[in-house]
């Protein structure tokens, strides 16, 4: 497989394109295509390829922390790939500018730190452009050129790799074919997308609807609460300073048919009263205030709020609306939000008063309502009563269950609930009681909300979870909204018995999790670039120690070089030297000066033992100038100069 | 569950080799990109992953079509040498000639050897070097075990090269290399000419079978001369087996005849000299006889340690003098227990090579085999070289016995663990007569005692 000259910095620039990076594609093809022209190579040891794996790793953990944090999980995959070029530059860049033409993928990170675990060499040139043609396409750029551009690369890629078998004018004719089909192909793929996309739609319209288009829950489905009770995900965390309210309400319905509430009233648009709102006239007493934290996804959705509330405010808040029957909708808030509401339980909104609907039972349901009210003989019991009967008759005859497991034999499931298995959730407690409620002509609402039962020592507030989503029933009488919750009190316990052994764990995370979105707030859009910058520092570090590692070596070659140099050194020896290559007996090659010397001596004396002296006091100055004092060469140089003189009257 | 994994990796070994034999590395790459920006490709809306998909296959799919047809009109001729030495390169020609009408370019020259799996056995118990080490995943999934086996059945590195541009009715030739890794009988199956489609993707191959066998000689190893303390005294042998070289008798003086000497031995000038029957006396020839008595007993069919201890062996044969000495090589088989003499005539040095060539390990049999045979053998030595790959009571006895023999002889023990091996030496209290030669240092002059 041969890459042709430029492909790689072609690939690179292209998803800078089509990812919207352009100066960074053409930085990074840049800088890889230097290594053709810059002839400076790393000499780098299976163990710098191993630092080079484990800081890629680095950049790849914290790149992928960093998506985690600010981008939907649902697109992390998406966004990973789209930075993957980057991502895994410094492999890339090891190869080129090393002397090795593959790169050694391993780590030393993990348990045994000591001996690293390393991958057979590779060529790593190929998969780098493969990453940055799907990071391209990944980018979605929906540019036209995308088409004729991939296919000019490949095309490029395979004509220095086609089979030598043919000409070129083949070739190039297939590739236009190949262009045809490959048209052809993407149309077909989008067609057929768009159909199916449709059909799909259609056929689960009810659920996608509701799943993805309905943050305000304007209606609710028979076990919707049910879902929510498996998970022990934190939600609301709340702290007051009195007594803590204990329903937290969100949503209510009017309209019960084929298992679905349905709530018909508009939200009008509550304007903004000294940096908060004003949800009923301000008591003459003022009432309780609790702070509420709450987890807000979709950056809008419903309030939850404890009975009588009058006066919401949070910076995190942006735009309220209220329906008449109080309840609460965010228009836009930021994704988790903190506010400060005060309560006072019997606060009552005046235009909140029952309508026609509010008496409403779905005729498909009658059967199961008319036998419990024959049955409990309601009728002739005073209103004043009934409350107390019906929730008497559920505490004493019914269970809380999440596990139903009995068979079906009336039509509906609130006929089963209520006339043979006589378990269930709050859902059906809550609608049963409804209906029962209605049937002998009293108004009633179906209410959603949260129950705050769970303290958390640890964050020293009250904490609600998912699971504790819960459902309960308001009843008009005597003027105002009366909460009947005719659920056995018992249900946060049988579902506490049912949490994960993990639950204290994923709460300690949860409250990290807090604490970041939080900072994220605080600091608007500076945690990108606190985050950016640590990740940096990091990434620099480790790049630091790699560079380090390499240049230490260089420096200890250098140091070796440096050792065999020598400076030269004016010795007056050199004229002693000299006097003795004047004799005409010429030193032999290897020859130590001393034992040139000794055979010179034999034929004619020169003062060997002068010489040797002078001798010793010149390799002193050679080896060791630095630490020789001036008394010594001045010694020398006086010793050379006598010995001259004597070699002078011996007529050396 | 095991056989499970075997079927597994066998049927994925299987599909592979169909698979590389089908496309080029880059046919593979664009295969795995087209595999992944489908599966991810397809949502229209979210990715353009779709359009590089559709590109792709249309050039897979091109590519493929093209790739159906191919008839080479070309005939190959290779002189191929009947033996060699694992681990050393093997050059040889091949002579190509275009039988068609048009020029033939592009086209791959390889090689095709037989190639067997590893059995279910071989899976089961054959554990890969330093397995232990790996984790606990990998070691009950045994994947990296069945690489491991794959690679070590790999018996050969076989040319795979593109060949010259050949004119219609042109005859070239051309030299390509092999490298056999395995000693043995390398088994040639034929030849394959590829080609490669336009855009090189996928290949088309026609095999041509044309069946050869090379006889794979062990590695040599640099090894210093054998020299025993007795060497220099000779043992009576009485060769008479060396009767094709004529009569190797050594002529020591003349006397007179005697009753029942061997007329042929009348010298008849002496005769008519002294006038009466003179005969030549003379002497058996004295020879010194090595034995090679080498330790073929492990449970594994495939052991480093023995492949070792057979180069060892090989190198032995191949710094004796054969005109000099005798050399018995002594081992057990499967079937059989086998002496194989060379030297004074006898046979050839290399068809003793060959011998060890061949030599496989012996599986289910006691030493004591060997030991019988070393017995029955061991008048006529005057000297041993055991090469042993294990050490054990049965291997001590033997030791022993040649000792109460005095018959002088080394004793190494190849091992891939030094240190483990020098404690089992010191155990069994034989540290001054056997010497342990680690598989790691063979790069090195392997210094006999």
Redo the contacts between chains.
């Keep these: 497989m041969r890459i042709p000259a430029f492909f790689t910095g072609a690939t690179v620039v292209f998803w800078g394109i089509e990812s919207g990076n352009i100066i960074i594609g053409i930085s990074v093809a840049l800088l890889l295509e230097a290594s053709n022209f810059i002839s400076i190579t790393w000499e780098l040891s299976e163990t710098d390829f191993v630092r080079i794996s484990d800081f890629t790793s680095v950049i790849f953990l914290s790149t992928l922390a960093l998506i985690l944090l600010n981008v939907e999980t649902r697109f992390f995959l998406k966004e990973l790939v789209k930075w993957s070029p980057l991502i895994n530059l410094p492999l890339i860049l090891a190869q080129l500018y090393s002397t090795n033409d593959k790169i050694i993928i391993g780590t030393r990170l993990g348990r045994k730190k000591k001996k690293a675990h390393v991958h057979k060499p590779m060529d790593f040139t190929f998969p780098y452009c493969a990453i940055c043609i799907l990071s391209a396409a990944i980018a979605n750029s929906r540019s036209l050129l995308f088409f004729p551009v991939v296919l000019l690369l490949l095309g490029w890629l395979l004509l220095v790799n086609r089979g030598k078998s043919f000409s070129l004018p083949i070739f190039f004719l297939l590739i236009s074919v190949t262009a045809g089909l490959g048209f052809a192909g993407l149309r077909g793929a989008e067609i057929s997308h768009d159909y199916l996309t449709s059909r799909f739609h259609k056929f689960v319209r009810g659920y996608y609807w509701e799943k993805f288009s309905d943050p305000f829950a304007t209606h609710l489905s028979f076990g919707s609460l049910r879902h929510l009770k498996n998970s022990s995900q934190i939600i609301i965390r709340l702290t007051t300073d009195g007594p803590t309210p204990i329903l937290l309400k969100q949503a209510s319905y009017s309209t019960f048919n084929k298992n679905t509430w349905h709530s018909k009233s508009s939200f009008i648009y509550l304007p903004v009263t000294n940096t908060g709102w004003q949800l009923l006239p301000k008591p003459s007493q003022t009432g309780n205030q609790a702070t509420i934290e709450f987890s807000l996804p979709k950056e809008k959705g419903l309030l939850p709020f404890p009975k009588g509330s009058y006066w919401v405010e949070g910076e995190t808040l942006f735009e309220l609306g209220q329906t008449p029957s109080g309840i609460i909708k965010i228009i836009d808030a930021a994704f988790h939000i903190t506010y400060k509401i005060q309560f006072k339980n019997e606060l009552k909104k005046e235009d909140d008063l029952p309508s026609f609907r509010n008496l409403q039972i779905p005729p498909d349901e009658d059967y199961a309502i008319s036998q419990i009210t024959e049955k409990l003989k309601l009728e002739t019991i005073p209103k004043d009563n009934l409350l107390t009967t019906v929730e008497d008759f559920f505490q004493k005859y019914f269970t809380y269950s999440l596990h139903i497991t009995r068979s079906n034999s009336y039509p509906t499931h609130l006929g089963n609930f209520l006339l043979k298995n006589r378990e269930g959730y709050c859902e059906m407690f809550a609608t049963a009681t409804a209906l029962i409620l209605r049937k002998n002509g009293i108004p009633t609402r179906y209410v959603t909300g949260f129950l705050v039962s769970e303290y958390s020592d640890f964050e020293n507030k009250y904490i609600v979870r998912q699971r504790h989503a819960h459902a309960w029933v308001e009843a008009f009488l005597d003027g105002s909204w009366v909460t009947v919750d005719t659920t056995p009190a018992t249900w946060p316990e049988i579902e506490q018995e049912e949490a994960s052994f993990f639950e204290p764990m994923r709460d300690f995370f949860s409250y990290f999790k807090l604490k970041y979105d939080q900072f994220r707030l605080q600091t608007e859009q500076r945690y990108n670039l606190i985050l950016s910058c640590i990740i940096i520092l990091l990434t620099a570090f480790l790049g630091f120690r790699v560079y380090h590692r390499m240049q230490s070596k260089n420096k200890i070659e250098q140091e070796m070089r440096a050792r065999k140099l020598f400076e030269e050194i004016a010795t007056p020896f050199s004229d002693i030297e000299n006097k003795l290559v004047a004799t005409g007996i010429s030193r032999g090659n290897g020859e130590p000066f001393m034992a040139w010397a000794a055979r010179i001596n034999d034929l004619q004396p020169i003062d060997l033992k002068d010489i040797g002296k002078l001798y010793t006091l010149h390799q002193k100055l050679r080896f060791d100038s630095k630490n020789t004092s001036n008394a010594v060469k001045i010694k020398l140089k006086a010793g050379v100069a006598i010995w001259l003189q004597h070699a002078e009257l011996k007529d050396i | 569950m095991r056989s499970s994994l075997y079927k597994l990796y066998k049927h994925t070994e299987q599909i592979k080799t169909k698979v590389r034999g089908k496309t ?3 046919g593979r ?1 664009f295969l795995l ?1 087209t595999f ?2 489908t599966l ?20 897979l ?2 590519s493929y079509i ?1 790739s159906l047809r191919f008839s080479p009109h070309i005939s190959i001729t290779r002189n191929i040498p009947l033996s060699c030495s694992a681990g050393e390169k093997l050059s040889y020609t091949l002579i190509l000639h275009n039988n068609g009408n048009k020029k ?4 791959i020259y390889r090689e095709e050897e037989h190639r067997d799996l590893p059995t279910v056995a071989e899976f089961l118990q054959t554990p890969e070097t330093y397995e232990k080490k790996r984790n606990i995943v990998d070691r009950k999934l045994k994947y990296y075990r069945w690489l491991w086996l794959i690679e070590r059945k790999k018996k050969a590195t076989l040319p795979r090269l ?1 060949m010259q541009t050949i004119l219609p009715g042109e005859m070239l030739e051309m030299d390509v290399y092999l490298t056999a890794e395995k000693r043995g009988y390398l088994h040639l199956q034929g030849y394959v000419i590829e ?7 996928f290949r088309t191959s026609v095999f041509f079978r044309k069946e050869k066998n090379i006889l794979v000689l062990p590695k040599i190893y640099s090894i210093t001369d054998l020299v025993f303390d007795g060497s220099r005294k000779y043992h009576r042998g009485g060769i008479s087996t060396a009767g094709k070289y004529g009569d190797s008798e050594e002529f020591i003086a003349l006397r007179e005849f005697q009753a029942g000497d061997s007329i042929r031995h009348i010298d008849w000038k002496a005769t008519a000299r002294q006038e009466k029957p003179i005969i030549r006396q003379y002497q058996d020839e004295f020879f010194s006889r090595y034995g090679i008595i080498l330790d073929t007993f492990t449970s594994l069919s495939d052991c480093p340690v023995f492949e070792e201890a057979v180069s060892i062996a090989a190198s032995i044969v191949v710094k004796q003098n054969p005109g000099r000495s005798v050399v018995d090589l002594l081992f057990a088989g499967n079937t059989f227990v086998s002496t194989s003499t060379m030297g004074k005539g006898l046979a050839e040095q290399n068809h003793m090579l060959e011998i060890l060539a061949s030599v496989r390990t012996c599986q289910g049999k006691p030493f004591s085999e060997l030991t019988g045979l070393v017995k029955s053998h061991a008048n006529l030595l005057s000297g041993a070289v055991l090469i042993f790959i294990t050490l054990d009571e049965q291997r001590k006895e033997l030791l022993a016995y040649l000792q109460a023999l005095q018959i002088p002889f080394r004793a190494l023990l190849i091992s891939s663990e030094e240190k483990k091996s020098q404690a089992t030496i010191d155990a069994l209290d034989l540290t001054s007569c056997i010497t342990v030669i680690s598989t790691l240092r063979t790069n090195q002059e392997i210094l006999l005692p």
Excluded: C, H, W
Aim: no cysteine; net charge negative.
């Design positions: 080029t590395p880059m790459f990109m992944a920006s991810f490709g397809l949502n229209t809306n979210a990715t353009m992953l779709y359009q590089l998909a559709a590109i792709l296959l249309s050039f799919t091109v093209l033939e370019k592009g086209f593109e080609r490669y489609d336009p855009f090189g993707l």
